[in-house]
């Protein structure tokens, strides 16, 4: 028997877009309040990191990689969206303990609006992309046609599914937050991003798959990179983020009637 | 035969104390025993309490600090589920009326009202055509488009209390703020709760002002020690309260309910 019932509180479709709708808009007003500026700085960071490995691996240690500027703008862009989404979501429920505790509602949107404010950074900064796409002589493809909105579906899946995952479970152990610090760390040079697969050593490239974000970011890479749409690398991280989704979902319906008691 | 909107059926509701298990360090190294240090001590907020709020009633809660009023209000918000017993509420429910609850700093007066009553349950239509009407009421002026990190927490009760008070619940939860705005809105803010009476809005109000408990409420119910102690007339449960707490009140000044001292 169900403990609580809520006649009359149903929530419409209609409430339930509108609600998406304003909390994406807010986090993007809060960041967008001075527009040239806001945009600025969304792709500020991304371009910085790319100048620093550029100075370190090619200046410096003179690796040798054609089109090296392109390769790191191509990997570092998509990552920034899955880092700053992962590395955002312990804090998430917690930042907003004064919803959780008074206002029932589905609490389910909120990491959804998180997700969605990156992707829309991600999105906005694809002219970047296409920039330096140009200036080393190449030009989108039809493959960018069906690649891109395929690809953004994936990413966002995963990172939903991790991100419920994350969120949910920091609220009742703290510490996750500085977990999440150090594996994305480790995440990050594991995948390839600053570096291609090639220079990858033989017997280590059979475990590229295990790392769940890898075959995302080199569907990516190689999307902006080659004009290819890699079908198998999309399909492996269509799985993961299938398998994210389910598990997000799972430890979400566990433990969210808890939230208010913990936050 | 007057309908309940609010029925509690014997209803517990106690937390765990997480405070072994706040980390996965901890959760790691300790288990066993923490798990059944989490089983065994348990801090119970409510035991056992059954009450009904009928259709239209104004219902006072008072009762000391930590007697599990707060509790109280958060199940029939739905924002938390009982371990025993059972809650029905039948109606709409505003969210508990707390200051800032659901506000951005960041964003105006007028965002932030779009957003609260989204949260609320309306959809963005239905709160634009009533943001006229309630920025009226909050009486902010020039403030209304500023950002709400800048108001004092009399303004932000007051547009706390606007944006509830316009969105139409049919069951409106008000968790001690009014001693926050400046008389002359205290007295807009009852003269409003008055004429919600007309409009056969059920109102639940916890507060420590026994003064407005009397002079609002219909029907009172006093906790002591996480259980019920009396409900009754508004007047007597004061009385008996304020003479259990040690603290004498001359309550003979206070305009009682219309309603009750005539009949």
Known sequence: MSRVKHLGSRRELENYRDLLFVLVQKDIKV??????????????????????????????????????????????????????????????????????KKVKFPRIIIPLSMILNHMIHFILSLPVILLFVF??????????????????????????????????????????????????????????????????PERFQAFIPLNPVAPLIISWRELFLFGTFNLAYTAISFAYALAFLALGYFVYRKLSWRFAEVV | MREPVISFDNVSKH??????????????????????????????ALRDISFDVYRGEKFGIIGRNGAGK??????????LRPNEGRVVVRGRISPLLALGAGFNPELSGRENIVLNGILMGLTRREVLS?????????????????????????????????????????????????????????????????????SGITMVLVSHSISSVISICDRAMWIEDH??????????????????????????????NVEFSSS
Not at chain 1, 187 to 199: A, D, H, Q
Not at chain 2, 24 to 33: C, D, S, T, Y
Not at chain 2, 229 to 256: F, N, R, S, T, W
Request: proline share 5%; net charge neutral.
């Open chain 2, 227 to 256: 259980t019920v102690k009396m409900v009754g007339h508004p007047y007597e449960i004061a009385a008996q309260y304020c003479k259990a707490a040690g603290v004498e009140v001359d309550l003979g000044d206070i305009p009682q």
């Open chain 2, 130 to 198: 009533k943001l006229d009407e309630i920025i009226d009421f909050s009486e902010l002026g020039d403030f209304i488009n500023h950002p709400i990190r800048i108001y004092s927490s009399g303004m932000l009760a007051r547009l706390g209390f606007s944006v509830v008070a316009h969105l139409d619940p049919e069951i409106l939860l008000i968790d001690e703020v009014l001693g926050v705005g400046d008389i002359k809105f205290q007295q807009k803010c009852l003269d409003k709760m008055m004429a919600f009476k007309e």
């Open chain 1, 135 to 200: 200036i080393y002589g190449g030009a989108p493809t039809l493959s960018w046609i069906i690649g891109i909105p395929i690809l953004l579906a994936v990413h966002l899946m995963m990172v939903y599914g991790i991100s419920l995952v994350l969120s949910s479970l920091n609220l009742f152990l703290r510490d996750i937050e500085r977990l999440v610090d150090v594996v994305m760390r480790f995440v990050f040079y594991f995948t390839p991003i600053i570096y291609p697969i090639e220079l990858i």
């Open chain 2, 15 to 44: 937390y765990p104390l997480y405070t072994n298990v706040r980390g996965i360090k901890n959760v790691l190294f300790n288990f066993p025993r923490n798990l059944r240090a989490m089983r065994s001590q348990r801090f119970e």
């Open chain 1, 31 to 100: 960041r967008y309040k001075s527009k040239i500026l806001g945009y600025l700085w969304s792709i500020a960071s991304p371009l910085a990191f790319a100048c620093v490995y550029f100075f370190a691996f090619r200046i410096v240690m003179r690796v040798d990689v054609a089109n090296y500027p392109l390769m790191l703008i191509s990997g570092i862009f998509p990552w920034q969206w899955f880092a700053n989404s992962v590395g955002s979501s312990p804090r998430l429920f917690l930042g907003n303990a004064p919803l959780i």
């Open chain 2, 70 to 79: 707060s509790t109280t209000l958060g199940l029939i918000a739905g924002v």
